[in-house]
T-cell receptor, first 115, second 113 residues
């Protein structure tokens, strides 16, 4: 069964610590995305990648970093520079072609909290 | 930047009733998509309607789009307890460059048994 796997489901970060959220997909999709979701708000785009070894900043990239070394994987690092990291993080992917009309497929998210 | 705004923010109805939620947006779009999110889970794509379409159906779902009013509605007929979730609209831009979906804040739907 194809899908997107995010791990871990819950993550706790100490002050000054960087943490990395994993996102793996076996849908053979070219594009991948990272979103942040805060209570009562819509999704905000952190980073997206259209192809391997290429990625672009979204609306709220400050304090985050990503890599795209393999088509299947798009890990997100929440750095110590992100002062308010507590949120629900969602990874998504979509097929190639006109990205405006491709539905996005989501993982089940990682909930990050501050210790 | 947030473009879509869902209305109402929350909706509670009896099982079997119809549920209607609305989405308004500000700029011209290529398409509008609706997604469902169960509590603590990822989003699931429900339906996409293009800017040159006025209505689309999928099972118990009916979506309308009025580009003159920059609004869309999602109707769920004969609601079931399993429809309890948050529903989000997302708009796809006209221009293909620097593409990204713009998301609304969602409508929380509760179906009472």
């Amino acid at each position: 069964d194809g899908g997107i796997t995010q791990s871990p489901k819950y993550l706790f970060r100490k002050e000054g610590q960087n943490v990395t959220l994993s996102c793996e997909q076996n849908l053979n999709h070219d594009a991948m995305y990272w979103y942040r979701q805060d209570p009562g708000q819509g999704l905000r785009l952190i980073y997206y990648s259209q192809i391997v070894n290429d990625f672009q900043k979204g609306d709220i990239a400050e304090g985050y970093s990503v890599s795209r070394e393999k088509k299947e994987s798009f890990p997100l690092t929440v750095t110590s520079a992100q002062k308010n990291p507590t949120a629900f993080y969602l990874c998504a992917s979509s097929p190639s072609g006109d990205r405006r009309i491709q539905p996005q497929h989501f993982g089940d998210g990682t909930r990050l909290s501050i210790l | 930047s947030q473009q879509g705004e869902e209305d109402p923010q929350a909706l509670s109805i009896q099982e079997g009733e119809n549920a209607t939620m609305n989405c308004s947006y500000k700029t011209s779009i290529n398409n509008l998509q609706w997604y469902r999110q169960n509590s603590g889970r990822g989003l699931v794509h429900l339906i996409l309607i293009r800017s040159n379409e006025r209505e689309k159906h999928s099972g118990r779902l009916r979506v309308t789009l009025d580009t003159s009013k920059k609004s869309s509605s999602l109707l769920i007929t004969a609601s079931r307890a399993a429809d309890t979730a948050s529903y989000f609209c997302a708009t796809g831009p006209l221009a293909d460059s620097n593409y990204q979906l713009i998301w609304g804040a969602g409508t929380k739907l509760i179906i009472k048994p």
